[in-house]
Each structure stands twice: as C-alpha cells, then as structure tokens.
C-alpha cells in the first residue's frame, strides 16, 4: 500500500496492510500538523504532490526496505491538498519479525521521503505564505508578499 | 513537443502547471536554458525529472516525453 491521497489518513488501513503472522513488531509513524514552529504559528498547510512520481518514488521506498529487511513489510501513505493542525499529513507502518529491524525500517522510510519523494509543503501563517524550501525548514520560497522568514 | 510540469514555487510564479516546449529532442541542460528564457529562472536545486524519474543534466529529452521541474522536496 504505497498512496497520495486527498482524504484524511486511515492509521488502522495501515496496519492491516502490513499484518504478518510472522511479524513480530509492527512500527507505525504518524507525521502531523505543527502548530509553531520557530515561534511561528502555523494556521494551516498545503501539501501538493507530483502524485504519479509521489506514488512511484514510495513504492521505490518499498523496494529498498524489502532489500535491506527482506521480511518486512511496508505501507506508507500522504495525504495532500489543505490540512490543519494535528492532521495527518504521513503515516507509514512496517511490520518485521523483530522490532529492531521494524524501527530501523520505518525510519529509513521517513528520512527518503524527505529526501526524494516530490511532495510540497506551503505554510500559511498569520502574516504570510511560503512553500517550504528544505528539509531543514531554513529556505522558503517567497509567493505572494509574505514577510522575509528569519534565518 | 516536450511537456513540462511545473510545481509549488514554480507553479505560482509562472502562473501556470505546465509549459510545452517546442522541440524534437534537447539535453536536460538546454531544456533548462529554454525554461529560463521562458521565465523559469530560479532553477537553483531544482531537480529535473524525465517520465517520472529523474534525470541529470546530459540525459537527452524527445518529443513527447513528460519532464517535471522538481524543486527540493517538503513531504513527510
């Protein structure tokens, strides 16, 4: 189960696409909404994605858990579109025999979407708007007239 | 005809989600150099894809290929 998806996250779908009688563990992590970041108060986000990329590049992500775990199991999914605060924006669950590999598998999941999955994050604040530049959360590309962002 | 597909920051400043460009077959390079001259100039980091997979600057795009603009990424 590799899916964009405009509705909000169903964690428990998740899970049962993952469920092994031969699991041992299953790690499941849930990306949500912030509200304040830097002391910036987030009012909401929009998240876009190239969605048949997006789709393909987490599927890659599966590929490359089953090569360094090869009895795990993965799903993840993101959702897209305008989310408010506490929503899900990610969730991936990976089931293994073992809970080490289970942990170490569902982080490395995380760390590639960040990485390489073309999805676009755009922060809307009380005073302006910005898609977000990196992962560090250090570059915005300006849009509209919002103020500059402190570095 | 080469399509390309424009997003978040580019998207908006071009004021558009996709652009053609009118040619039979060009370098990732050149197709970078034809989106500036169209007005696509802030391309620093921005990653290219090519059919939905990326592509580096000497790979060659054809007529009918699908090439997206992919600024540094921000999901999760």
């Known amino acids: 189960m590799f899916e964009i998806v405009k509705e909000p996250v169903d964690v428990s779908k998740l899970i049962q696409a993952v469920a092994d009688r031969n699991a041992g563990a299953i790690v499941t992590f849930i990306g949500t909404v912030r509200e304040m970041t830097k002391g910036k108060k987030t009012l909401y986000l929009e998240y876009e994605a190239y969605e048949p990329m997006a789709r393909k590049k987490l599927e890659q992500i599966g590929a490359e858990i089953r090569q360094q775990f090869p009895e795990a199991k993965t799903a993840i999914v993101h959702r897209t579109g305008r989310l408010g605060i506490s929503d899900i924006a990610v969730a991936i669950a990976v089931s293994a025999p073992h809970r080490d590999e289970a942990y170490r598998a569902n982080r490395y999941a995380i760390e590639r979407i960040k990485e390489m999955v073309p999805i676009w994050k755009k922060e809307h604040w009380e005073n302006g708007e910005m898609w977000v530049g990196n992962q560090k959360e250090t570059v915005f590309y300006e849009s509209g007239a919002p103020e500059a962002f402190e570095r | ?76």
């Not at chain 2, 424009?6 to 040619?23: P, T, V, W, Y």
Request: proline share 3%; with cysteine.
């Open chain 2, 1 to 76: 005809m080469i399509k390309v597909l424009l997003f978040a920051h580019l998207k908006e400043q071009a004021g558009r989600s996709e652009m053609d460009i009118n040619c039979e077959k060009m370098t990732v390079a050149e197709l970078r150099q034809a989106l500036a001259e169209k007005g696509i100039l802030q391309q620093d980091a921005v990653m290219v894809a090519v059919n939905e997979e990326f592509a580096r600057d000497e790979e060659m795009v054809h007529s009918g290929d699908t090439v997206a603009l992919i600024p540094p990424v921000s999901g999760g």
